[in-house]
């Protein structure tokens, strides 16, 4: 079984810059797909990204294309979130989660708050 | 993009009541790749169902979901105390998305 563990969040100003780091404990198979989803407070969830831990390949919400990028290391199997030009509206608790089997959300992280405020 | 929508927003049950709670999608989810998920509150989701009524690992078989195409369902057959929570459907068919959410609550 594999354990997720975020951080890296904290209060960022309009137009900032952060980057999230999950760590993941336990084995992680080529084919499994790590995403972000995030969670602003008193809200649903949102899909941000996907990573194919295999083959690197990523994909993005509309709303952080062109501003987010995410990485994996799979040396330590991390996970890596980039945000560049973050808005008040990207304020949530970002989790990452993990889908090995079906694409369903199988495992996920406690999450990792990001405010954006000046 | 698919949109799911929940019903009710919020269901007020006893413990031992059943639960039925409602998601549909805005068009056909394919292959059924609707998952519902289990939220408490401080705590991450979990996944209870996936593939529309597949349960997942260490899921009690109270929980069952059922449905096809654009509408699905989730079934608590009797509620227990720590059922109550939010409850998200989402569809993994095309991209990525959640529902608004129905909440469980003690009546």
């Known amino acids: 079984e594999v354990h997720l563990v975020e951080s890296g969040g904290r209060v960022v100003q309009p137009g900032g810059s952060l980057r999230l780091s999950c760590a993941a404990s336990g084995v992680i198979f080529d084919d499994y797909a790590l995403h972000w989803v995030r969670q602003a407070p008193g809200k649903s969830l949102e899909w941000v990204s996907l990573i194919n831990w295999d083959s690197g390949r990523t994909f993005f919400a509309d709303s952080v294309k062109g501003r987010f990028i995410v990485s994996r290391d799979k040396s330590n199997n991390s996970l890596y979130l980039q945000m560049n030009s973050l808005r008040p509206e990207d304020a949530a608790l970002y989790y990452c989660?993990?889908?090995?089997?079906?694409?369903?959300?199988?495992?996920w992280g406690q999450g990792t708050l990001v405010t954006v405020s000046s | 993009e698919i949109v799911l929508t929940q019903s009710p927003g919020t269901l007020s049950v006893s413990p031992g009541e059943r639960a039925t709670l409602s998601c549909r999608a805005s068009?056909?989810?394919?292959?059924?790749?609707l998952a519902w998920y289990q939220q408490k509150p401080g705590q991450a989701p979990r996944l209870l169902i996936f593939g529309a009524s597949s349960r997942a690992t260490g899921i009690p078989d109270r929980f069952s979901g059922s449905g096809s195409g654009t509408d699905f369902t989730l079934s608590i057959s009797r509620v227990e105390p720590e059922d109550f929570a939010v409850y998200y459907c989402q569809q993994y068919a095309t991209s990525f998305t959640f529902g608004p959410g129905s909440r469980v609550d003690l009546k």
């Open positions: 989660a993990i889908a090995a089997g079906d694409g369903a959300f199988d495992m």
């Open positions: 068009q056909s989810v394919d292959a059924r790749r």
